[in-house]
């Protein structure tokens, strides 16, 4: 486990670049579109999405901040998975059963 100081540096370094990345990927958008306000968001949405993979895959490791990605942990290591799987299962045998009409 990395040092609590590695950690919070990892976590400063790491928002400073999404920040950046943020801010530029707006500029961006706005000079590519001219003045199309829906092609602007989505270059903005791919890029700051780009970015912040980017950061995950290459900090994540060091942060360790709860994100279960970079352990290799599944949400069926959950401890309440059965009961949700139970509930899930239920509810679509129940969505394929035939529907009743109500009688009159």
Do not use: W, Y
């Amino acid at each position: 486990m990395h040092s609590l100081s590695r950690r919070l540096s990892t976590e400063a370094l790491g928002t400073a670049f999404l920040l950046a990345g943020v801010v530029g990927s707006g500029i961006m958008a706005q000079r590519l579109a001219g003045g199309n306000g829906a092609i602007a968001l989505l270059a903005n949405t791919i890029a700051t999405g780009a970015v912040l993979m980017c950061l995950i895959a290459a900090l994540g490791p060091i942060s360790e901040s709860g994100n279960s990605l970079h352990r290799g942990t599944e949400a069926a290591d959950t401890p309440n998975a059965g009961a949700v799987a139970a509930m899930a299962k239920d509810g679509i045998a129940r969505s394929k059963r035939p529907a009743t009409r109500p009688r009159a």
